[in-house]
């Protein structure tokens, strides 16, 4: 796959009781929370980490507007697969959802969805900030062409 990747987008983290906002820029985090409650129950939250990324291979094509397509689904699969291989690496990563599909090759917006605990220790901004350094960490080999003549490049 060759493929450019931007972590320079808002990013969003879903939590109980606390509805922070972090914007990646580059590799530097700025957070803002607001707290709704002083008090946050403990449990788990979906942290999600919004991404975009290009596919320079493959060229868009209409049918990639519809969802319900066979274009769509093929992508999707193989979307998924190889991001489930690159994501599967960070602790907590449970699943990638594609949020659009649009022409310059392909460009993915995609969420990459994470479980973390809260933990008194450990706050759930900490927790980010290392899921963040994990994706730039795993996701950097990308950023080079990589030669796409084996079966694990489908996309």
Do not use: W
Not at 5 to 14: L, P, R
Not at 98 to 110: F, T
Not at 119 to 124: D, M, T
């Amino acid at each position: 796959m060759k493929a450019a990747i931007c972590i320079s987008c808002c990013v969003k983290m879903e939590v109980h009781s606390m509805e922070p906002n972090v914007y990646v820029q580059n590799v530097f985090l700025e957070v803002f929370c607001q707290f709704k409650e002083a008090i946050i129950e403990v449990g788990k939250a979906n942290l999600i980490v919004k991404v975009q990324m290009s596919v320079l291979n493959r060229e868009f094509v209409k049918e990639l507007n519809d969802h319900t397509s066979e274009e769509y689904k093929k992508f999707e699969t193989e979307f998924k697969l190889q991001m489930n291989e690159i994501y599967n690496k960070i602790p907590g990563y449970k699943d990638v959802v594609i949020a659009s599909l649009r022409a310059g090759s392909v460009i993915v917006d995609h969420d990459v969805i994470f479980e973390a605990d809260y933990n008194e220790f450990v706050s759930i901004t900490r927790q980010y900030e290392d899921i963040i350094n994990y994706i730039i960490v795993v996701t950097d080999p990308l950023l080079v062409t990589i030669n796409c003549t084996d079966e694990s490049c489908k996309l």
